[in-house]
T-cell receptor, first 114, second 111 residues
Framework: NAGVTQTPKFQVLKTGQSMTLQCAQD?????MSWYRQDPGMGLRLIHY???????DQGEVPNGYNVSRSTTEDFPLRLLSAAPSQTSVYFC?????????????FGPGTRLTVL | TQLLEQSPQFLSIQEGENLTVYCNSS?????LQWYRQEPGEGPVLLVT?????EVKKLKRLTFQFGDARKDSSLHITAAQPGDTGLYLC???????????FGTGTSLTVIP
């Protein structure tokens, strides 16, 4: 059981470049989400998905796209990177059963946009 | 503006001391979670509270959800260096499916 995996771990982009941050989970969780973490602001929700084929916007969705073609994968796309998108990005999957409500976070992707 | 405010933002204490971290909002939450995050890693869930007034204990950590489900506190007894980390609260509104995180409390326990 690998849990939640994210690639790459580090990335440097130039303004205007595009890229995809990968996220995968092997726990068969329906709910997955993407957050960004900036100093002094905690984590902010970018997009989330409650199952394959279903996505919705969080607090800060502008500049990001997501898709959910399978239960396991939830990639985050930056269409045209901007310096304001320099941040640490975390993917999470959520287990909601009768006795448990737990979010499992990946190790993060540290993105710098020059 | 943050939906959840945490205080204090930074806390540095000696090993063996007690401390309390607060998480406050004007919104009502259906559930509230506390996480601890180590440098370079993702947050790890410590506890979920769902009932107003609920108290949960995890070894030396005591979590309380306010009666009105607008606030929560985390109390650590006899802090140890291993408790060092960033503590985050996160609340889910009744509308569901979105967690709002607090600003975080960075705790350092000095041996």
């Amino acid at each position: 059981n690998a849990g939640v995996t994210q690639t790459p771990k580090f990335q440097v982009l130039k303004t205007g470049q595009s890229m995809t941050l990968q996220c995968a989970q092997d726990m068969n969780h329906e709910y997955m989400s993407w957050y960004r973490q900036d100093p002094g602001m905690g984590l902010r929700l970018i997009h989330y998905s409650v199952g394959a084929g279903i996505t919705d916007q969080g607090e800060v969705p502008n500049g990001y796209n997501v898709s959910r073609s399978t239960t396991e994968d939830f990639p985050l796309r930056l269409l045209s990177a901007a310096p304001s998108q320099t941040s640490v990005y975390f993917c999470a999957s959520r287990e909601t059963s009768g006795l448990s409500d737990t979010q499992y976070f990946g190790p993060g992707t540290r993105l710098t946009v020059l | 503006t943050q939906l959840l405010e945490q205080s204090p933002q930074f806390l540095s204490i000696q090993e063996g001391e007690n401390l309390t971290v607060y998480c406050n909002s004007s919104s009502v939450f259906s559930s509230l979670q506390w996480y601890r995050q180590e440098p370079g890693e993702g947050p790890v869930l410590l506890v979920t509270v769902v009932t107003g007034g609920e108290v949960k204990k995890l070894k030396r950590l005591t979590f309380q959800f306010g009666d009105a489900r607008k606030d929560s506190s985390l109390h650590i007894t006899a802090a140890q260096p291993g408790d060092t980390g960033l503590y985050l609260c996160a609340g889910e509104l009744n509308t569901g499916n979105q967690f709002y995180f607090g600003t975080g409390t960075s705790l350092t326990v000095i041996p």
